[in-house]
Nanobody, 112 residues
Framework: QVQLVESGGNLVQPGGSLRLSCAASGSILSTDDMGWYRQAPGKEREFVAVVNSNTRPNYAALVKGRFTISRDYAKNTVYLQMNSLKPEDTAVYYC??????WGQGTQVTVSS
C-alpha cells in the first residue's frame, strides 16, 4: 500500500511563489510516474506536472515556464515549485503516484 502526504499549500499574493511537497511511503518505483493534479471550485481535476526516472518532466501548458517539478528518489518525495502565481492557479493540489494512489490535497489560494 502506498500513502501520499502533501504539504506546503497556503495563501499567497499574485506574483508570489510556493513550494508543495508530497512524501510517499510504501513500495515506490522510480520508474513510475509521480506528479500533481489540481481542482478549482466548480471545475474538473486537471493535470499539472509529472516526473519519473525514465523521461523528462512534463507540464500542462498553463503552468509551463512557471512551475517546476522535481523528485528526490532517495526520499520518495516530489516537489512542485510554483512561481509567478496567478489567481487562476487557485485550487486544491493533489499529489499522485502511478495513477493509482492519491494524496488528500493541499489548498493553494492566490489572492491579494
Amino acid at each position: 500500500q502506498v500513502q501520499l502526504v502533501e504539504s506546503g499549500g497556503n495563501l499567497v499574493q499574485p506574483g508570489g511563489s510556493l513550494r508543495l511537497s508530497c512524501a510517499a511511503s510504501g513500495s515506490i518505483l522510480s520508474t513510475d510516474d509521480m506528479g500533481w493534479y489540481r481542482q478549482a471550485p466548480g471545475k474538473e481535476r486537471e493535470f499539472v506536472a509529472v516526473v519519473n526516472s525514465n523521461t523528462r518532466p512534463n507540464y500542462a501548458a498553463l503552468v509551463k515556464g512557471r512551475f517546476t517539478i522535481s523528485r528526490d528518489y532517495a526520499k520518495n518525495t516530489v516537489y512542485l515549485q510554483m512561481n509567478s502565481l496567478k489567481p487562476e492557479d487557485t485550487a486544491v493540489y493533489y499529489c499522485y503516484y502511478a495513477a493509482d494512489y492519491w494524496g488528500q490535497g493541499t489548498q493553494v489560494t492566490v489572492s491579494s
